[in-house]
């Protein structure tokens, strides 16, 4: 089982920055790929960003291409998702989650345990 704990969420000017980390508990941190999500108010929780086990698989929203980066630590059990020119669009709590699929994967169902979420606001 893996618990997941996000922070660095916070409110942010458009065109501002800001990095989000993803604290994961257990020893197999390594065999998970991980996403990030996130769901503003009255909206579904879409995918924005994932990360293979290795790291050596990445993949993006197209909302998000060339702003977001997604990168893990895996000897210090983290994931990371440093966000660039922020736009007010991209307000919206953000989920960290692990999914065992060995790909990178967009599907929420795929995965298996999530954080609580992190606030991210963009004021314009």
């Known amino acids: 089982q893996v618990q997941l704990v996000e922070s660095g969420g916070g409110l942010v000017q458009a065109g501002g920055s800001l990095r989000l980390s993803c604290a994961a508990s257990?020893?197999?941190?390594?065999?998970?790929?991980m996403g990030w999500f996130r769901q503003a108010p009255g909206k579904e929780r879409e995918f924005v960003t994932g990360?293979?086990?290795?790291?050596?698989?990445?993949d993006y929203a197209d909302s998000v291409k060339g702003r977001f980066t997604i990168s893990r630590d895996n000897a210090k059990n983290t994931v990371y998702l440093q966000m660039n020119s922020l736009k007010p669009e991209d307000t919206a709590v953000y989920y960290c989650?692990?999914?065992?699929?060995?790909?990178?994967?967009?599907?929420?169902?795929?995965?298996?345990?999530w954080g609580q979420g992190t606030q991210v606001t963009v004021s314009s």
């Open positions: 989650a692990a999914s065992i699929t060995t790909g990178v994967t967009g599907t929420v169902r795929a995965y298996a345990y």
């Open positions: 257990g020893r197999t941190f390594s065999r998970y790929s």
């Open positions: 990360i293979s086990w290795s790291g050596g698989r990445t």
